[in-house]
């Protein structure tokens, strides 16, 4: 199609396209794909969604890598239920990318180790908040203690805060694009084929 995209028509070059946008999201905080709204269910059956920054990507495990607090509500969520769904939106290209599979939480490992250790004390500060994310409070908040208010904790200070501090982990199976384009809108999915290892993908009506 004139003028199009050169993956407007294309499946296997959509697939590089959403995998691209994906990956920017968790090397760049100006990515759209850096903030998703991940969405869990809850213990009532209804659905619960948050924005959440994408740290980092493993696209051999199909996995997106999430930090938060231990205490949130979204880890009742998913010890109940682990399906869960991230959702992005990339403005610039008008594509929406909607992945679904499941998730795990991880307090203590290797991997919570190394991503604590990969943050910075601003970043762990939000970890040392003394009432759990979601609590009622009496007064305007932001939780933290009044010492680290408005500055940046030494490695001392921030140490205790490592036990509110979890990674989410989500394995996604599918993965589900739509391209807005005034020539004509392009839909399409690929799922993910545990019998051969591979992404099998196909179009659908937008
Ligand atoms: C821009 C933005 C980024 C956020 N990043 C995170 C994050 O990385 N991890 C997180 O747990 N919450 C993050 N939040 C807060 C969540 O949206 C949510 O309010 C919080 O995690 C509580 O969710 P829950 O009660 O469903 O567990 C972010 C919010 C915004 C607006």
Same mark, same amino acid.
């Given at each position: 199609?004139?003028?199009?995209?050169?993956? !407007?028509?294309?499946?296997? =070059?959509?697939?590089?396209?959403?995998?691209?946008? *994906?990956?920017?999201?968790?090397?760049?905080?100006?990515?759209? $794909? +850096? +903030?998703?709204?991940? $969405?869990? @269910?809850?213990?009532?059956?209804?659905?619960?969604?948050?924005?959440? *920054?994408?740290?980092?990507?493993?696209?051999?495990?199909?996995?997106?890598? #999430?930090?938060?607090?231990?205490?949130?509500?979204? *880890? &009742?969520? =998913?010890?109940?239920?682990?399906?869960?769904?991230?959702? @992005?939106? &990339?403005?610039?290209?008008? @594509?929406?990318?909607?992945?679904?599979?499941? $998730? @795990?939480?991880?307090?203590?490992?290797?991997?919570? /180790?190394?991503?604590?250790?990969?943050?910075?004390?601003?970043?762990?500060?939000?970890?040392?908040? %003394?009432?759990?994310?979601?609590?009622?409070? %009496?007064?305007?908040?932001?939780?933290?203690? %009044?010492?680290?208010?408005?500055?940046?904790?030494?490695?001392?200070? *921030?140490?205790?805060?490592? /036990?509110?501090?979890?990674?989410?982990? #989500?394995? #996604?199976?599918?993965? %589900?694009? =739509? !391209?807005?384009?005034?020539?004509?809108?392009?839909?399409?999915?690929?799922?993910? /084929?545990?019998?051969? $290892?591979?992404?099998?993908? #196909?179009?659908?009506?937008?």
């Amino acid at each position: 199609m004139t003028g199009e995209a050169a993956f !407007y028509d294309n499946l296997r =070059l959509s697939f590089a396209e959403a995998r691209r946008l *994906i990956e920017a999201g968790s090397q760049s905080r100006h990515a759209a $794909a +850096h +903030h998703p709204v991940v $969405a869990t @269910i809850g213990a009532d059956g209804s659905p619960r969604q948050r924005v959440m *920054i994408l740290r980092h990507v493993d696209w051999a495990e199909r996995r997106l890598r #999430f930090h938060t607090d231990s205490r949130s509500t979204k *880890i &009742d969520d =998913l010890a109940n239920k682990s399906a869960a769904s991230v959702l @992005i939106y &990339d403005p610039e290209p008008k @594509i929406q990318l909607r992945l679904s599979g499941s $998730a @795990i939480v991880h307090w203590e490992g290797a991997a919570v /180790d190394a991503a604590w250790r990969q943050s910075t004390n601003f970043a762990r500060r939000c970890y040392l908040a %003394e009432h759990a994310p979601g609590m009622v409070v %009496e007064q305007p908040t932001s939780g933290l203690p %009044e010492w680290v208010e408005g500055r940046q904790p030494d490695d001392a200070e *921030i140490a205790p805060a490592r /036990d509110n501090f979890a990674i989410l982990l #989500f394995t #996604f199976d599918s993965l %589900e694009w =739509l !391209y807005l384009a005034n020539s004509g809108h392009r839909r399409a999915r690929w799922q993910w /084929d545990s019998a051969v $290892a591979n992404w099998h993908g #196909f179009w659908l009506a937008p």
